[in-house]
């Protein structure tokens, strides 16, 4: 699928005057400076809330024994915020002019991730998914909502691209109307089928008309996220870290957890945005696949923080798990972050085989350091870091003739 050709940037009027109220029409690809608003980054901020929630119950489900089941519901909860989260991004990306009305949509979606957050231990203690859901209908009904506007304010192709959003939202939405009245056994299959169909919206709906995302913002926009869901991994690790001191005077034993998951975390920062992505969005083909893939590259990071928790809850004997499954609760998702991410980002700016198996040669081992015992996150932590000093390495001392540089390096 290839780009159309990208309409004209909107007017913005003359500087100081503000119309509450304008016509949702789409801005330019190549609009200059376009960058996130401060609605999207408090819109980053209210969803992150709702991830931190996931993360508390995946620690609780995994400390307890059930991490298969707990992992299952983090899936499915995450599902829906990254869902709605990656929706209002390229919707935003396309159409965000900024008045009060599209200001005040915005803020609905919000409350509907703060309904979400809410519902998210009833979801994985009783695996009631009525609030879940709530909160899920309230973002993608405000989502409708915002394409409905676009709809009235376009032409020809363009106003039926907006109205398959509206329909193909509004109709998932029913759909999932399951997850309430279905058998429990069942509820993970129609998940399934019911992500599946949701994923078939975009490109359903934009089969005759491209809608002008920018890339640059898009790129952004995910980093952004990106950022902010390490920072929130940081935060939980800390405080799991502070309270085994506080609470076990196990500060010996901590500090092996609290520097390799500092290491981890340092190192998938760096890797992720060690080269500039956004070049590489040149089509709907092209970025609806990097874009669906960072439901891995989000889960995976949130998950890790998770993991370090449970890494400290075993080491002070509060979780009922071994060694290995509380260092694997770090490994795994370390693992699954830096092959994610090599798929995404990484491969297409490496050169040669040894600069490619960077990336899954260190996935390979940080799930080897999973055997390592009460060392198995320092060691993973060591290991992340010597990637990105072997992949700095390599760019440096093996620059091609036409692209050399940060396009050549480890992330």
């Keep these: 699928m290839t780009s159309s050709p990208a ?5 913005s ?21 376009r960058t996130a608003s401060p609605l999207e980054l408090f819109f980053d901020l209210c969803f992150v809330v709702a991830v931190a929630q996931a993360g508390i119950e995946l620690v609780h489900s995994v400390a307890e024994g059930h991490a298969g089941q707990g992992i299952l519901d983090y899936a499915m909860v ?4 990254w869902w709605a989260w990656m929706n209002f991004t390229w919707f935003a ?18 409350a509907g991730v703060l309904v979400l957050a809410a519902g998210v231990s009833r979801a994985f203690e009783e695996h009631d998914y009525l609030v879940v859901w709530l909160g899920y209908a309230i973002m993608r009904v405000a989502m409708a909502a915002q394409w409905l506007r676009a709809a009235r304010a376009a032409e020809g192709p363009e106003r039926t691209t907006a109205l398959r959003y509206v329909g193909g939202v509004l109709a998932c939405q029913v759909g999932w109307l399951g997850l309430l009245f279905l058998p429990e056994g069942a509820r993970p299959w129609w998940f399934l089928v019911m992500a ?9 709906a934009e089969r005759g008309h491209t809608t002008s ?15 902010i869901v390490l920072g929130e991994t940081i935060a939980a690790a800390t405080v799991a870290v502070k309270s085994g001191i506080d609470e076990n005077d196990a500060l010996g034993e901590l500090l092996p957890i609290a520097a390799g998951g500092l290491l981890i975390i340092f190192a998938a920062w760096w890797i992720y945005f060690v080269v500039p992505i956004h070049g590489h969005l040149r089509s709907n083909r092209q970025a609806f696949l990097w874009g669906y893939g960072h439901y891995v590259v989000l889960a995976s990071a949130a998950a890790i923080g998770a993991g370090l928790e449970v890494a400290v809850e075993e080491t002070v004997g509060k979780a009922h798990i071994s060694t290995l499954a509380a260092s694997a609760a770090v490994t795994l998702p370390t693992a699954l972050y830096l092959l994610t991410v090599w798929a995404l980002h ?8 040894t600069q490619q198996l960077v990336l899954p040669t260190t996935a390979l081992l940080v799930i080897c350091c999973t055997f390592l015992g009460h060392w198995a996150v320092f060691a993973a932590g060591v290991v992340c870091a010597l990637s990105v000093v072997a992949g700095e390495t390599l760019a440096a001392t093996r620059p091609t003739a036409r692209q050399s540089g940060p396009a050549t390096r480890t992330g």
């Design 13 to 33: 009027g003359a500087p100081g005057i503000r119309q509450p109220l304008r016509r949702l029409r789409a801005r330019g690809r190549d609009e200059a400076h």
């Design 7 to 11: 309409p004209p940037p909107v007017p």
């Design 78 to 81: 995450f599902f829906a915020l």
């Design 196 to 204: 599946l169909l949701e994923m078939c919206v975009p490109p359903f």
């Design 213 to 227: 995302w920018h890339p640059r913002h898009i790129a952004e926009r995910y980093g952004l996220f990106t950022i």
């Design 93 to 110: 990306s396309a159409y965000d002019n900024d008045d009060v009305l599209y200001r005040v949509v915005t803020l609905v979606q919000i």
């Design 346 to 353: 990484s491969r297409h700016f490496k050169r040669g085989i």
